[in-house]
Each structure stands twice: as structure tokens, then as C-alpha cells.
């Protein structure tokens, strides 16, 4: 979870969370079911492979310049697109063997998550226990708005209270950023 930057030392890159959102859509879609998709969510999906292309550009080509900046425009039309695909392929029943495939993904992304932060190894146990849980819930009954409103406030409240610091290593979002001389 680090980039280099046009320095070349290496900042750390914290906007690689957006898996913790798509996660449960993505074990829980019936993928036999999609055959044909609409040309709307087609021109999401090519937004996303361009910014995904995008955040693998040079670094030192004018407005191709910190090309990081377009990962949370990736992030974005990923979510979307596979918000959509779990809303109209969603499967009735879940098996088994893809909730322990779930658990198993989280329970490794946690572990991670425990030996880069080993200071926040509660917070992270409790986000793995909730995630599970809200994960599960999700895929496998139909929940009624509320449910949902209810459930995305006690992440985002959680999600606050429990946040890191703000990141010094991190540049400032400028036009033209400083070359630091270290």
C-alpha cells in the first residue's frame, strides 16, 4: 500500500478501502445470470477500465501528472457497476462454500489490515465482525430501506470514530506539487 511519488520516496497510499464496499456484492452475484447488459451500464463499465488505465500513467507527462489521482474515479464506476450487478443478479440462495469464501477474503484482508496497523488490531477485529455480519445479512435476506439507512450510519459513524490520522506523508492535492529535495 505505498506509491512512489515524483520524489521517489514512497507515501503511503490509503484509498485502497473501497474493496471493503464491493466485497459482499462480488461473492454473492449470480454471474451464470448475466447475459446481456444495457448499454448505460456498458459505458460505466468502459469509464472504469479508462480511469483504470488512467492510474497507471506516467508520472512526469503534463496533465497525466500524479496519476493516482484517478483512483478514486476508478473507484467510483467499480462501485457502481457492481452495485448494479448485485441489485439486478442477486442471488436467492447463497451457498455455503461462497459465505466461507467470504469470510475467508475478510478474515485475510483483516490480518493484513493487523500487521500494518498492529495498534489498531481491536478496531480492525471489530470492522471484521461487523463487516461479517452486515455481509452476510445483506446477502441473504431482502432488506427494507431502512435496514440499509440503518446500517450504512453505523459504518460511516464507525467508520469516523475510528479513523486514522491524518497523513502527513501525504502531498498536498496542488496543480504543479513541490519536488522535495529529500
Avoid at 26 to 48: G, H, Q
Avoid at 109 to 120: A, E, T
Wanted: charged share 10%.
Amino acid at each position: 500500500s505505498h506509491m512512489v511519488m515524483m520524489s521517489y520516496r514512497h507515501i503511503k497510499a490509503s484509498h485502497f478501502y473501497v474493496a471493503w464496499f464491493i466485497l459482499p456484492a462480488l461473492f454473492f452475484i449470480d454471474w451464470k445470470a448475466v447475459r446481456s447488459v444495457p448499454t448505460k451500464v456498458v459505458s460505466i463499465i468502459v469509464c472504469m477500465f479508462v480511469f483504470l488505465v488512467l492510474t497507471q500513467g506516467p508520472e512526469h507527462l503534463g496533465p497525466l501528472r500524479l496519476p493516482f489521482r484517478y483512483m478514486a474515479f476508478f473507484q467510483i464506476f467499480l462501485v457502481l457497476t457492481v452495485l448494479y450487478f448485485f441489485d439486478h443478479y442477486k442471488k436467492n440462495h447463497t451457498p455455503k462454500y461462497k459465505s466461507f469464501c467470504f469470510a475467508g477474503t475478510l478474515f485475510i484482508l483483516d490480518m493484513i489490515s493487523c500487521v500494518q496497523f498492529p495498534n489498531k488490531c481491536i478496531y480492525i477485529g471489530i470492522s471484521f465482525i461487523s463487516c461479517l455480519y452486515f455481509g452476510l445479512r445483506i446477502a441473504q435476506k431482502n432488506m427494507s430501506a431502512v435496514q440499509w439507512i440503518i446500517i450504512t450510519v453505523l459504518f460511516t459513524i464507525f467508520s469516523r470514530g475510528v479513523g486514522g490520522f491524518h497523513n502527513g506523508a501525504m502531498p498536498d492535492w496542488q496543480i504543479f506539487p513541490r519536488v522535495s529535495a529529500e
